[in-house]
């Protein structure tokens, strides 16, 4: 008797967890504050088993209550998990599995690259399995004002950040296509910016097409980039802008696990 009095007692306990957690994903940007009656709609509860369970998270920091309309919402706690979790998520991580999809679909290399000592450097590569393909590049670096990764980072820094970055590695040209003046280089990188992904057309390295898109955090800070390159005869310049969708939907996924979330008011990259 006393074991199924036991039993009873751990159902109960699993049973207002589940509901615990039920009850905090109920709130979102659009509804940060529910009132007693509303949770107890949603969750198909009993107002006082509703008002039991918000009375603990209450205790516990997990929600907080409006003096004013005794409406609750999303407390401190949480926020303090969540930026534990933030800090603790590795990108690479979180990338590794969409640069590998990315790579199976358009049979190309794929990288994720940093902004590291004013140089790209390249720290994951997904090889294409085409017999001419462009090489590893895992732990080696490439001017940032030349690449598509570069500009990608580029683009989304403070101006002084950019400014300084130009001064102190200059624009060297890596083949006659490369940008080399601060206007015009300034003018791409406007043009990355409205559109989300950069392109490189021969400007690092002849022969070779790339694009590339941001990887963003939960601040919204871009802290790599993710690109797909290849030969110049399987990357006519259509078919390089033909993977657009999909690499930006891709660096999105892996900014979107970091935290970040895109505005409403965000439209579809525009192809060049």
């Given at each position: 008797m006393e074991r199924k009095h036991n039993s009873a007692k751990s159902r109960t306990r699993l049973s207002s967890v589940a509901n615990s957690l039920r009850l905090m994903k109920a709130f979102s940007e659009d509804e940060y504050e529910i009132g007693i009656s509303d949770l107890a709609k949603r969750l198909g509860l009993a107002k006082s088993t509703v008002h039991r369970l918000a009375s603990t998270l209450l205790e516990e920091g997990m929600l907080e209550q409006n003096p004013g309309d005794g409406k609750y919402h999303p407390g401190l706690a949480l926020f303090e998990l969540g930026t534990m979790v933030r800090r603790k998520m590795d990108f690479t991580t979180e990338a590794r599995p969409f640069l590998r999809t990315l790579m199976e679909k358009t049979g190309e290399t794929v990288?994720?690259?940093?902004?590291?000592?004013?140089?790209?450097?390249?720290?994951?590569?997904?090889?294409?399995?085409?017999?001419?393909?462009?090489?590893?590049?895992?732990?080696?670096?490439?001017?940032?004002?030349?690449?598509?990764?570069?500009?990608?980072?580029?683009?989304?820094?403070?101006?002084?950040?950019?400014?300084?970055?130009i001064l102190a590695r200059g624009l060297p040209a890596s083949t006659p296509s490369t940008i080399v003046d601060g206007k015009a280089l300034r003018r791409e990188l406007a043009a990355v910016r409205a559109r989300n992904y950069a392109v490189d057309d021969e400007e690092s390295e002849i022969g070779l097409r790339s694009i590339a898109a941001p990887i963003r955090i939960y601040s919204g800070n871009v802290v790599?980039?993710?690109?797909?390159?290849?030969?110049?005869?399987?990357?006519?310049?259509?078919?390089?802008?033909?993977?657009?969708?999909?690499?930006?939907?891709?660096?999105?996924?892996?900014?979107?696990r970091l935290g970040w979330q895109p505005s409403r008011a965000e439209t579809l990259p525009k192809r060049a």
């Open positions: 990288h994720l690259a940093i902004l590291d000592h004013d140089s790209i450097l390249y720290i994951i590569t997904h090889e294409s399995k085409q017999a001419l393909r462009m090489g590893s590049k895992v732990g080696t670096r490439a001017p940032v004002h030349s690449t598509a990764v570069g500009k990608a980072l580029l683009a989304f820094l403070p101006e002084d950040e950019l400014e300084r970055i790599a980039a993710i690109s797909i390159a290849g030969p110049v005869h399987r990357m006519a310049r259509k078919a390089l802008l033909g993977w657009v969708r999909e690499l930006v939907d891709a660096a999105d996924a892996v900014s979107q």
